[in-house]
């Protein structure tokens, strides 16, 4: 549905379902803009972690979760819909994207929620001055593969300063050669698979959308490996 006030931006409406664990159902719509900066669409990726986070909503009310890359900002909205304290992030080269998370905190009556801009590997002062964390979310964030360390470089900082924090991230598998593996191990963090039929994700109509079809998404929970005592 397009908006009368500006004909490039189109609301799409997700409606999570009711299931066990939750009482509702929830609708929530998301302001995409017709422009060819990857931030501005919903991907298949954010519908995976937007339900993942919908089956979660016991676990993540009152606590404090974080969005990265954050767009258009569907997993943050649901979070926040769901009753977490939502801090969405983007990058602070890229100021439209930051403009399109504070439209889909409107579009969604979210009045508390923070937008900061966050460039992936960069200890900045904002990525300092964030408070405690409970959840780091994080939809497609390894699409680009010069990408894939700094992300994992600003994930690891929160994760130190967050030692009981978890990463959920979802991202689609697009080359059998791209892989975190390495990093993962280079940075001390380890890596759990989510299967998607354990939360609803199976399917190709999520949330009521087309997405993801028949796109291979897959969702990992990410944390922080304890740290090794030293040897004697």
Known sequence: MSSPENPDLALKEFTFEENKGTLHSLTVSIPEVLDPQYGMYVWPCAVVLAQYVWTQQEEIQHKTVLELGAGVSLPGVVAARCGAAVILSDSAELPRCL????????????RGVSVVGLTWGEVSPDLIALPPLHVILGSDV??????FENVLVTVSFLLRKNPEAQFWTTYQERSGDWSIEALL???????RFVPLDTFGAQGSQIARSALPGSHNVQMMVITARETEPPRK
């Open 99 to 110: 403009d399109n998370c504070r439209r889909s905190c409107e579009a969604n009556g979210l």
């Open 142 to 147: 390894f699409y680009e593969p010069e990408d």
């Open 185 to 191: 191990h280079k940075w001390r963090l380890s890596c």
